[in-house]
């Protein structure tokens, strides 16, 4: 850590200070800047999660067009709701 202060330029009495001020962001409870590791996972729409949602859907609605799984596997807000409707929300997998 000193070695790249250094480099940078910034001189070695200010280099406590600027210790503290990581400090003290670091600390925060929400911080501005995340690594992508640490961001929340957007949950995958599963062909099984499907199948069970296409069954209850063709029991329930059976003149309705039948439903077609979505290409990109994306939990969508029409897929979701539809999931609560038939109560098959714990068959989702997060990424």
Aim: proline letters at 6%; hydrophobic letters at 35%; charged letters at 30%.
């Amino acid at each position: 850590m000193l070695s790249k202060y250094k480099r940078a330029g910034i001189y070695l009495k200010d280099f406590p200070q600027f210790l503290r001020n990581l400090a003290d962001y670091l600390e925060q409870d929400n911080l501005l800047y995340i690594h992508p590791s640490e961001a929340p996972k957007t949950p995958i729409f599963g062909k099984l999660a499907f199948n069970k949602l296409k069954k209850a859907y063709s029991i329930k609605y059976p003149r309705r067009k039948k439903l077609i799984y979505p290409k990109n596997k994306k939990l969508s807000k029409k897929w979701s709701e539809l999931l609560l409707e038939f109560d098959l929300t714990n068959s989702i997998k997060n990424k």
